[in-house]
């Protein structure tokens, strides 16, 4: 069981993914010098031996990078304003090979940093390429700005996430980080990014999840949290958020069951509590749980208990209903937790935490909750 925060309510705590702790979420970015401070790509390519062109998938996010009849070297290069003398640098960046013709296997590799060896490593996780290469160099200029590569002839690679950081301060892919968000509580319930790869943002201690990137995430809980129809049982959902701006639809999940039948959503700057019946909407339950506005944060959690449903917003309780167990059989969910999104729908949040009990939490635990996480609420 989690012991680094003892403020939070443990009891029944099943699932707890944490944007702040670093054994929760890797990989939280510091200063990213290949971007400028508004997020804009800030570094651009170009041929030595081989001939290379470069296109937007993405922008600012995802490049296609396409050699010629040649292989060999080209490179990278980065704003010398950024680099300091003497200073030793770490890139990392994700790729994933999408063509190659010619007969030979492909490769796209760093080289060297500024002529200077470097030390990288290169992990394979499934089709994609985990890259760092860290290097040096006594003097920075607008000749000695970059980083070398090696590129077969005839390939086509995206490359994704790229990331120039001061070494002391780096935070490079290690051990596939960013594709998990990881539960603290030891019961293996990770949540594993099912599409994009949302960022760690410093500046709101979260993981940003966006609509235009149809990001979101999974995990397999089979707890009873929203599965079972006529439910007897009880469970709670729990999460912490900034709202960016409107979702791309209603119903955007922020963590649920089975898209967005059931567990906290966002409808038309709504939070929504809600569970689905086999019947659809008939006899469904759909509890607000407050308006939003956008760059305010929320602490949203819902909890159920043999039927009664409670909406607590921001640690107060602002509504209860009962779900008409007798009458409509709550549709059945299979094992998979969504966060982030699922399907077309996706919120425009900042995710600092999201935790899922198997009880009913009281309002006591609630608030105890809440006063843990409002020191992030800036």
Not at 358 to 368: H, Q
Request: glycine share 8%; aromatic share 10%.
């Amino acid at each position: 069981m989690i012991s680094h925060n003892s403020k939070i309510t443990l009891d029944g705590l099943e699932l707890y993914c944490d944007a702040t702790n670093p054994k929760s979420f890797e990989g939280e970015a510091t200063t990213n010098l290949a971007n400028t401070s508004a997020g804009v790509k800030d570094w651009s390519i170009g041929n030595l031996v081989a001939s290379v062109s470069l296109s937007t998938v993405t922008t600012n996010s995802v490049y296609r990078i396409t050699s010629g009849s040649t292989a060999g070297a080209f490179r990278f290069y980065f704003n010398v304003s950024n680099l300091t003398d003497g200073e030793t640098y770490t890139m990392s960046f994700r790729n994933k090979i999408i063509s190659s013709t010619g007969g030979v296997t492909p490769s796209f590799t760093p080289t060297d940093w500024n002529d200077q060896s470097i030390t990288k490593t290169q992990t394979l996780n499934n089709d994609h390429w985990y890259h760092t290469a860290t290097g040096s160099r006594s003097t920075y200029t607008s000749t000695y700005r970059f980083m070398d590569f090696y590129i077969t002839a005839n390939t086509v690679v995206e490359i994704y996430d790229i990331q120039l950081e001061e070494k002391d301060h780096a935070t490079p892919y290690v051990a596939y980080q960013r594709n998990t968000w990881k539960d603290l509580t030891k019961n293996g319930y990770d949540l594993n990014f099912v599409s994009g790869t949302p960022e760690y943002s410093s500046t709101n201690n979260a993981v940003s999840f966006r609509s235009n990137d149809t990001e979101y995430s999974t995990t397999t809980i089979d707890k009873g949290i929203l599965k079972a129809t006529n439910e007897l049982g009880e469970w709670s959902l729990e999460c912490l958020f900034k709202q960016i701006s409107d979702s791309n639809a209603n119903e955007a999940v922020i963590i649920g069951r089975g898209g967005h039948h059931g567990g906290i959503l966002v409808q038309t700057n709504h939070i929504r509590h809600q569970i689905r019946t086999t019947d659809g909407s008939t006899g469904q339950l759909s509890e607000s749980a407050g308006n939003m506005t956008n760059g305010n944060w929320y602490h949203s959690v819902m909890t159920y208990e043999n039927g009664l449903v409670n909406s607590y917003l921001n640690g107060v309780l602002v509504s209860s209903d009962q779900f008409d167990k007798n009458s409509y059989n709550m549709r059945a969910y299979d094992n998979t937790l969504y966060v982030g999104g699922i399907g077309s729908r996706y919120p425009n949040i900042d995710l600092s935490l999201v935790r899922a009990y198997s009880k009913a939490l009281n309002s006591s635990e609630v608030l105890t909750n809440y006063h843990a996480t409002k020191g992030r609420m800036i």
